[in-house]
T-cell receptor, first 112, second 113 residues
Framework: EDQVTQSPEALRLQEGESSSLNCSYT??????LFWYRQDPGKGPEFLFT???AGEEKEKERLKATLTKKESFLHITAPKPEDSATYLC?????????????FGQGTTLQVKP | DGGITQSPKYLFRKEGQNVTLSCEQN?????MYWYRQDPGQGLRLIYY???????QKGDIAEGYSVSREKKESFPLTVTSAQKNPTAFYLC????????????FGPGTRLTVT
């Protein structure tokens, strides 16, 4: 069964304290892994797409990496404005319908 | 500016009433999706449409209905048959088959009392 699991559920960091969020997936034939950022009461904002193991993408203090079983979202020297819920998602392995499987998300709080 | 709009942002209804949530996109995307988000449950797919005049049920379609008469629009009706309609509803779109990056609207928070 296709599955996406994110850890930890919640993460509290001090400003400047770097860390990583994990997204583990089980899907037949990975056709992309997507990271989103969601602020409270708003729709998810697209961040990155990763397609193959070893691929890396960066945006400001965020760097996403991908292996054959998991993806990491590394946050370097975070600021309070990085506080949000981070979601990862993969397409269903068995069809080409565009359906995504989402993880439960990691809620990040960065304290000044 | 291209994007996805959802209206209204907040919606209140009495139990037993049907309600329709609006979703419009000007990204020229073929595919559109409706999700429901509840605390601690993540995003769950309600309905999706890959092309005009065609749509499929997602994982939790019971009590909901949709239409796709225009490429730009994908309204969702929450019927009185939906047992727990209070939730945050998100609409998304993507270029379609072969491209899975989905872009989301701002969401509609529906409260039914």
């Amino acid at each position: 069964e296709d599955q996406v699991t994110q850890s930890p559920e919640a993460l509290r960091l001090q400003e400047g304290e770097s860390s990583s969020l994990n997204c583990s997936y089980t899907v037949s034939g990975l056709r992309g892994l997507f990271w989103y950022r969601q602020d409270p009461g708003k729709g998810p904002e697209f961040l990155f797409t990763l397609y193959s193991a070893g691929e890396e993408k960066e945006k400001e203090r965020l760097k996403a990496t991908l292996t054959k079983k998991e993806s990491f979202l590394h946050i370097t020297a975070p600021k309070p404005e990085d506080s949000a819920t981070y979601l990862c998602a993969v397409p269903h392995g068995s069809s080409n319908t565009g359906k995504l499987i989402f993880g439960q998300g990691t809620t990040l709080q960065v304290k000044p | 500016d291209g994007g996805i709009t959802q209206s209204p942002k907040y919606l209140f209804r009495k139990e037993g009433q049907n309600v329709t949530l609006s979703c419009e996109q000007n990204l020229n995307h073929d595919a559109m999706y409706w999700y429901r988000q509840d605390p601690g449950q993540g995003l769950r797919l309600i309905y999706y449409s890959q092309i005009v005049n065609d749509f499929q049920k997602g994982d939790i379609a019971e009590g909901y209905s949709v239409s796709r008469e225009k490429k730009e629009s994908f309204p969702l009706t929450v019927t009185s048959a939906q047992k727990n309609p209070t939730a945050f509803y998100l609409c998304a779109s993507s270029m379609g088959t072969g491209s899975h990056e989905q872009y989301f609207g701002p969401g509609t928070r529906l409260t039914v009392t």
